[in-house]
């Protein structure tokens, strides 16, 4: 697919499907019933639908204030849209089998989704890598306070692949060494500081447009986008010493 737009349509669209499949299992999730919390549980697909939809819409629209070229980033959302759909399509299948998503090495089967989701997971740290090292060699564009948005937001956005990658190294070490249950409950001191660092390259960027509509003056918009940026700093900062103190 050459045409740019075309890929921003499939993107957006793709991402707005995740979306309505964290919502349908929100409701499967009232009718049916069980527990939130755990290995199994309908909030995998809930979270990761949700989460997976709209963090793709969120970069697709981010990365068009990257100085990158248009073919580059054709292709790398695409991948980064067929990755998170193998994500979310992986986690909602087991889900619906009743057995854990990540971490599973109980039968072949679940060890192949397992370890195909591990391996997605590599891919979104190299694609949104890409995409970080070109928002931070040539200066992003868009208005006021922008630039300084779409930096803070991959940087933030930088920290939740660390940990998440923690999270997985963690657990495969864990389950190869016969400790599957605590291979499970290992995630929870990371999940804070993951979910918080995740949504930033949506959150400071969306702010930054939103100030360009004021007629506030611009030295004032970026004061204000580097206020929340730090704001944000000091949120993930706070999430990473729980991790730390709860390891």
Known sequence: ??????????CHATGLVLILSGLVHLVVFAADGGPWDGPVSWRKPVTFGLSFGVTLISLTWVTSY??????????????????????VGGITLQA?????????METPFDTAVSMTLAVGGGVLVVVLTVFAVAAFRYRPEGPAGMALAVRAGFAFLLVALASGA?????????TRTGHQEAAYHSTAP??????VSLHAVLVLPLLARLLARTSWHERTRRRIVAAAAGCYGAAVAGAGVWAALTY
Do not use: Y
């Open 190 to 195: 990371f999940k804070p500081l993951h979910g």
């Open 166 to 174: 923690v999270m997985i190294a963690r657990g495969v070490v864990l």
């Open 1 to 10: 697919m050459k045409n740019p737009r075309a890929a921003e349509r499939l």
């Open 66 to 87: 990257l100085r990158a070229g248009a073919r580059t980033r054709t292709v790398l959302l695409l991948v980064l849209a067929a990755d998170c759909v193998a994500e």
């Open 96 to 104: 619906w089998r009743g057995v854990p998503s990540h971490l599973n």
